[in-house]
């Protein structure tokens, strides 16, 4: 439909703006609403347009106040480079000299159309869902009741023109899923030994590796900046633009970045590179400083930084172990196999016989698939899951949350009138931070990104759940703040109910949740910032109510428990196999 819309747009017919201004707000009623939901890989960033585009056409003479303002949203919508200069022709002359569509981006609802009036109130009423600010960071909102004239008036020849385009530009969530990209840029965490993903939304048409790297210069969001890091000197600037050549990029970059260590351009260089790798015809770089080559310690014989250089700097680390582990009701501890069908079997020791003196109720374990976090109405454990031997109670304390164990230790909250996040370091040591942001609250669910730098919060506040971020502003102390609450549009409406919640990557989260207009508690996938959401299931059986994933660099490994006890595993798209029955709760390591 759009590439008929656009051929038609190309031939002026004036009629098709109509059509685009119904579109746009309804986001195409031409689109299935029904039948199997499939997943569709996005391309990666690259420079041009995007898979399908509509070519911005000028104003047609004669055109009404609803055509008009069709042609105008059409064009700023369009991937093309020069969709702005097009977009200015409907605007009065005034509007088009102040006019500054650089200052943001209003994303609006694609399923309430709202009626456009005739002559001079040619209003957009419909809900918003989402604001890019000026540098490209995403925030989702919930605005329903969202109102812009766009004040239509007569220019000296007659033809209807906006007055007030009003800030940056509208856009539909259909178009802008459709003409805008998430473009990766890399901070370190501040232990200095993972990367820290930002996404900056930006159009296919200005989606330039010089764009990227620039956005990469700017530095974090000012929410991110106290917990993401850059080894790049403030004011460092890009010279120039970026020239490709055999797959290798050529970054120039102000005298700022001189008089960095050796391991510092090492980083530096981790930070561009992974970057400019979101560009698929990218695989090196090489970087000069104030028109001088760096030598950086590990590029190859031509000074080309590749993948090996930078191994030392990841994302995420990976799990060395794939073992997933139970709890059944009497408190035991199994080991489950991957074939569908095949039977726990209790690991050995005192832990899977159920008779070391305690009854877990929530389990967690590590990345190497032994060290093993449990907490019971008493208190936190750590113990081993090759032996099945308890240690000594970590932390003594009630209404503790599921744990989480990762190379800095154990997590876990307990709640109270204050919830407080503790840190047990396996050689025993503790951390502690109050979460005085969720003062009243209580923390049903949390997890700590793969990067250790936000952590995902599931909290019952007044009868209300609510997902959120905090981040980690300081390791030692620890100190944890910036409570984030995200706004989740899901289709069906907010999220109402809200259970628990896992890192599928460094940027994306599955949360079990309902929504205001779906009872049905499925598992939602949605980015950090909840620009994009989805629905993966699972469809019918019984509800689920717990959740395990492991974070991954490639792919989505989950499993959700049900009311029954049945654990399901994540397949594909919307797909979820029975894979064990008889579990209260699973742990998969990492």
């Known amino acids: 439909m759009w590439c008929h819309m656009a051929k038609l747009l190309r031939q002026g017919i004036a009629q098709v703006v109509v059509i685009a201004l119904a579109c746009f707000l309804a986001g195409c009623a031409g689109i299935p609403t029904m039948g199997p939901v499939e997943e569709i890989s996005q391309p990666p960033v690259v420079n041009g347009a995007p898979p399908v585009d509509i070519e911005p056409a000028q104003p047609m003479p004669g055109g009404n106040p609803d055509s008009i303002l069709a042609g105008f949203l059409t064009a700023v919508a369009s991937g093309n480079a020069g969709r702005f200069v097009v977009a200015r022709q409907y605007l009065t002359p005034q509007a088009a000299e102040n006019w500054d569509p650089t200052q943001g981006v209003t994303v609006?609802?694609?399923?309430?159309?709202?009626?456009?009036?005739?002559?001079?109130?040619?209003?957009?009423?419909?809900?918003?869902?989402?604001?890019?600010?000026?540098?490209?960071?995403?925030?989702?909102?919930?605005?329903?009741?969202?109102?812009?004239?766009?004040?239509?008036?007569?220019?000296a020849d007659g033809e209807w023109r906006i007055d007030d385009p009003g800030t940056g530009i509208f856009i539909s969530q259909y178009r802008f899923e459709q003409s805008y990209r998430a473009v990766p840029v890399y901070f370190f965490n501040k232990a200095f030994n993972r990367l820290v993903i930002e996404n900056l939304y930006m159009n296919w048409g200005d989606a330039t590796p010089a764009a990227a790297v620039e956005g990469l210069l700017r530095g974090p969001s000012a929410w991110l900046s106290s917990t993401a890091l850059s080894v790049i000197p403030p004011q460092t600037r890009l010279i120039g633009g970026i020239p490709v050549q055999n797959g290798v990029a050529q970054v120039s970059l102000t005298q700022q970045a001189a008089g960095l260590s050796d391991t510092q351009q090492v980083q530096m260089a981790a930070q561009l590179l992974r970057v400019l790798e979101s560009f698929s015809y990218i695989k090196g770089v090489v970087i000069d400083v104030?028109?001088?080559?760096?030598?950086?310690?590990?590029?190859?014989?031509?000074?080309?930084?590749?993948?090996?250089?930078?191994?030392?700097?990841?994302?995420?680390?990976?799990?060395?172990?794939?073992?997933?582990?139970?709890?059944?009701?009497?408190?035991?501890?199994?080991?489950?196999?991957?074939?569908?069908?095949?039977?726990?079997?209790?690991?050995?020791?005192?832990?899977?016989r159920a008779d070391w003196g305690d009854v877990p109720t929530q389990l967690a374990v590590g990345s190497d698939g032994t060290t093993l976090a449990m907490t019971s109405d008493t208190g936190l454990w750590v113990g081993s899951a090759s032996s099945g031997q308890p240690a000594n109670e970590a932390i003594e304390a009630t209404g503790l949350t599921r744990p989480q164990v990762d190379d800095n230790g154990v997590w876990v909250v307990a709640n109270g009138d204050v919830p407080t996040l503790y840190q047990v370091a396996l050689n025993g040591?503790?951390?502690?931070?109050?979460?005085?942001?969720?003062?009243?609250?209580?923390?049903?669910?949390?997890?700590?990104?793969?990067?250790?730098?936000?952590?995902?919060?599931?909290?019952?506040?007044?009868?209300?759940?609510?997902?959120?971020?905090?981040?980690?502003?300081?390791?030692?102390?620890?100190?944890?703040?910036?409570?984030?609450?995200?706004?989740?549009?899901?289709?069906?409406?907010?999220l109402a109910t809200c259970l628990d919640v896992g890192w599928v990557s460094p940027t994306q989260m599955i949360v079990l949740a309902s929504a205001s207009n779906d009872e049905n508690v499925v598992a939602y996938r949605l980015d950090v910032d909840a620009a994009l959401v989805e629905s993966i299931g699972p469809i019918g059986g019984d509800a689920p109510v717990a959740l395990s994933v492991q974070p991954h660099s490639e792919g989505t490994i989950a499993l959700v428990v049900t009311t029954s006890g049945a654990v399901l595993r994540y397949e594909d798209r919307t797909r979820w196999t029975s894979l064990v029955s008889g579990l209260v709760v699973v742990a998969q390591a990492g």
Not at 335 to 352: E, T, W
Not at 446 to 460: E, G, K, M, W
Not at 463 to 492: A, E
Request: charged share 20%; proline share 6%.
């Open 108 to 155: 609006y609802s694609s399923d309430n159309p709202a009626p456009i009036g005739l002559d001079k109130s040619a209003v957009l009423r419909t809900p918003v869902i989402g604001r890019i600010d000026a540098d490209g960071h995403y925030t989702a909102v919930s605005d329903p009741s969202f109102s812009h004239n766009f004040n239509m008036t007569k220019d």
């Open 290 to 352: 104030d028109s001088l080559p760096l030598t950086i310690r590990g590029a190859d014989a031509q000074g080309v930084v590749r993948d090996s250089t930078i191994d030392a700097y990841q994302t995420i680390v990976a799990s060395s172990s794939q073992d997933v582990l139970g709890l059944r009701d009497d408190g035991s501890v199994v080991r489950l196999s991957s074939l569908v069908g095949a039977y726990p079997q209790p690991i050995l020791g005192p832990l899977g």
């Open 429 to 494: 040591v503790q951390a502690s931070a109050a979460l005085t942001e969720l003062a009243g609250a209580q923390v049903v669910a949390f997890r700590v990104a793969p990067d250790q730098s936000r952590i995902a919060v599931v909290a019952h506040f007044n009868d209300q759940d609510m997902l959120g971020l905090l981040r980690i502003s300081s390791i030692s102390p620890l100190t944890v703040d910036g409570w984030r609450p995200l706004v989740v549009n899901t289709g069906r409406g907010d």
